[in-house]
């Protein structure tokens, strides 16, 4: 018979494994992070020699005064083509997403399935493999070099699309019938009844949208070519070509791409539990 100290204990040993192993994965995922800002911090001569040094030994803000007054790097600039991107892309994104997921969701009409398979079949093609078609379109529209060259390719997204679906299916579709019997249009529908009760989705839609523009390093080096439209990743192939015998200054900015979304991350990390919580993914 089991008694309760013995039941007690098995859940306080349980319960040390399981914090035991979250804490060993926590220290493995942030390991990188914490070494690239220590990195920033030490001198060019400590951060190359053998043995490495993990802690710096005079910890200085050198690397990040260099970056700041070099006139070379308009970081004002690059910070606001990066905003520029990212709130355009969420502002798209949430808008066609939305859109199409309440289509998809309450209508009915040829070729519904077959249109929407080919959306999520979307989800497992790799970018790599539409990137130069990508590229071949950009170039007849004449957007290369320009930020609506890393917008437009992105107005379409399909897991924002399925996202919404998701979570309007679970609308009844009382709501919607009681709208048209009023005399709303389609559309007024969609804007005054569906998106309210988007709120929780859409939201976190926004978050990962955001997070992913902001990091996204590949398709700009791509798009981008004149030094004044690049946006702040970019920084990094700017100190990695310029600078490669400084590796600290590359650590340095790094660090400065990392700051902005690592605090909108830290502002909006419960948003961004509790909204997928209640998004379809229970």
Not at 213 to 239: C, G, Q
Request: charged share 10%.
């Amino acid at each position: 018979m089991i008694t309760q100290s013995q039941t007690n204990f098995s859940h306080l040993i349980g319960a040390v494994l399981r914090y035991t192993v979250l804490g060993i994965g926590l220290s493995v995922t942030l390991l990188p992070f914490v070494y690239v800002i220590l990195s920033s911090l030490k001198t060019p001569s400590e951060i190359i020699q053998i043995p490495p040094t993990f802690f710096p030994k005079v910890p200085t803000w050198q690397n990040f005064t260099t970056i700041f007054n070099d006139p070379k790097v308009p970081l004002g600039l690059f910070f606001f083509n990066s905003s520029f991107v990212a709130m355009a892309r969420v502002g798209v994104t949430l808008f066609t997403s939305s859109l199409a997921g309440y289509i998809f969701a309450r209508y009915e009409f040829g070729g519904k399935g077959v249109m929407f398979a080919v959306i999520m079949a979307q989800i497992m093609i790799p970018f790599q493999m539409i990137m130069i078609p990508l590229y071949l379109i950009l170039v007849k529209l004449q957007l290369i070099d320009t930020l609506w060259g890393l917008i437009i390719p992105a107005m379409i997204d399909a897991f924002g699309i399925f996202m919404m679906r998701q979570f309007i299916e679970g609308i009844p579709r009382e709501l919607i019938d009681a709208g048209r019997i009023d005399g709303a249009s389609e559309f007024q529908i969609y804007r005054s009844l569906i998106l309210p009760q988007l709120s929780a989705p859409l939201a976190t839609l926004g978050i990962f949208t955001f997070m992913a523009t902001w990091n996204d390093y590949l398709w700009p080096l791509i798009v981008i070519t004149t030094h004044e439209r690049r946006t702040l990743p970019l920084l990094l192939t700017w100190y990695s070509s310029n600078h490669g015998s400084r590796p600290s200054l590359t650590m340095a900015a790094s660090v400065i791409v990392l700051v902005p979304i690592v605090l909108i991350y830290i502002l909006f990390q419960r948003q961004i539990v509790a909204n997928a919580a209640t998004s379809g993914f229970k």
